[in-house]
């Protein structure tokens, strides 16, 4: 008799890709809206950003209930920072509170795959990329989801992201100014619809500087 | 592991205006090793016809000399070469033929149809033919094929251009895929001449 196998899993994916680019006094970071489970669409206006700080923001693909999970745990500890500390927490410190946040649950993970935007203390755009364990690294630009596979190489050839181990330390930050990474990532969510069954509906594009958060649509392929 | 990741493999098909270009990566591997980093994959099968074979090395070499056999046959009835569209039949054919015991490729053929179209096309290890307007891709590396083929593409590019678009497509594509790389084969063909360029990219 063969081993009995459970066929229940906890984990399912709700598809969707997600794009981070940092510049030299912006970041910019968009997901699509469609989530989906198998070959069916739950719904095609669904927000995978969020706003965990002033100038910090996440988006989020995988297992929504997870990442929801996950941020509802970020911004509870975010509180907590404030009534300690007085102030907002800063991009790289709540890129390190994430990892740990992940790592704690190294053994049940949060099926969430992350890319961590927004400017650090000197108003340098960061872009923060993170697995579903909370392995994570700062690079100038990312992606992550069911079609990061057809974005990146793209944002490679675009962008081409130094890499940390270099001496002397380069720039993480992109040459291109806000319009040019926000068309260019409106190019790159557009072609990922074409190839990718689980992205498309709409894109959600937040952008980050110094005067605030702002948050832009584009309507994408619906097939 | 895939018995298609096996030897690792990326291979493009473009159309541009009244031209084609082919291209593939050069690395032959056994699963993390690399074994040759000269691997031939895409072959002449006459002037204007090209064909490229990504997957299992082995069968995709047992093939070609099967089809270069059919082509020559062909050749020597007809007293012509084969049209692409006819080609892309016969390797659907052949492929097909071993349905419950397939080959382990997955080819792309590219020619120069009549009045100077070009054509290209891919079909899985079984044969189900994949008809193309812009591009094709087969390989370890086909999802960042398709992501930056889709992003790069434009319509009626001239040979020149075209070279450019599709190495930049496959050097970016294929250092985000371990298996396949070190470097790049590309053939661009147009009615009067056949282009062959050899790439450098990143050696790993």
């Not at chain 1, 965990?52 to 907590?80: N, P, T």
């Not at chain 1, 203390?121 to 057809?150: H, I, M, P, R, W």
């Not at chain 1, 130094?162 to 072609?191: G, M």
Request: charge should be negative; proline fraction near 3%.
């Amino acid at each position: 008799m063969t081993k009995q196998q459970a066929n229940w899993s906890p984990y399912d994916n709700n598809g969707g890709s997600c794009v981070a680019i940092a510049g030299a006094d912006y970041c910019v970071i968009a997901a699509d809206t469609r989530m989906s489970t198998g070959y069916n669409i739950l719904t095609r206006d669904y927000s995978k950003i969020c706003k965990l700080a002033d100038k910090c923001v996440m988006a989020s693909s995988g297992f929504q209930a997870d990442v929801r999970a996950l941020q509802k745990q970020l911004a509870a500890r975010h509180l907590i920072y404030q009534h300690q500390h007085n102030k907002q927490m800063s991009c790289p410190a709540m890129a390190q509170l994430l990892s740990n946040t992940l790592y704690y649950k190294r053994f049940f993970p949060y099926y969430s795959f992350n890319v961590l935007g927004g400017l650090d203390n000197e108003g340098k755009g960061c872009v923060f990329t993170y697995d579903a364990v909370g392995s994570y690294e700062k690079v100038g630009y990312s992606s992550q989801g069911s079609g990061s596979t057809l974005i990146m190489p793209f944002l490679d050839n675009q962008l081409k992201s130094p890499s940390p181990l270099l001496l002397p330390a380069q720039d993480a930050v992109t040459p291109l100014v806000e319009a040019e990474a926000i068309d260019l990532v409106k190019t790159v969510f557009a072609s990922a619809s074409e190839r990718d069954i689980y992205t498309g509906d709409k894109l959600e594009l937040v952008v980050v500087n110094a005067a605030g958060i702002r948050r832009e649509y584009m309507e994408l392929r619906k097939d | 592991m895939s018995i298609f990741e096996y030897n690792g493999s990326a291979l493009i098909a473009m159309v541009g205006k009244n031209c084609f270009a082919i291209a593939s990566d050069r690395r032959l591997g056994v699963q993390l090793q690399t074994i040759a980093t000269d691997f031939q994959r895409i072959y002449k099968v006459h002037d204007r016809l090209f064909l490229g074979l990504s997957g299992l090395a082995t069968d995709a070499q047992t093939l070609y000399q099967r089809l270069g056999f059919r082509h020559k046959l062909y050749q020597l009835r007809e007293e012509r070469d084969m049209k692409p569209e006819t080609f892309a039949n016969l390797v659907s054919a052949i492929l097909y033929e071993k349905r419950f015991g397939p080959y382990f490729c997955q080819p792309v053929i590219a020619g120069l149809g009549d009045e100077d179209k070009p054509f290209i096309c891919t079909m899985d290890s079984i044969g189900a033919k994949e008809l193309a307007k812009d591009f094709v891709v087969a390989g370890t590396a086909s999802e960042s094929l398709y992501g930056a083929c889709e992003s790069m593409f434009k319509e009626g590019m001239e040979p020149e251009e075209l070279f450019e678009t599709v190495s930049q497509a496959l050097l970016s594509s294929v250092d985000r895929d371990c298996l396949s790389g070190w470097g790049g084969h590309v053939y661009v063909v147009t009615s009067t001449e056949v282009k062959e360029r050899i790439l450098k990219g990143r050696m790993d």
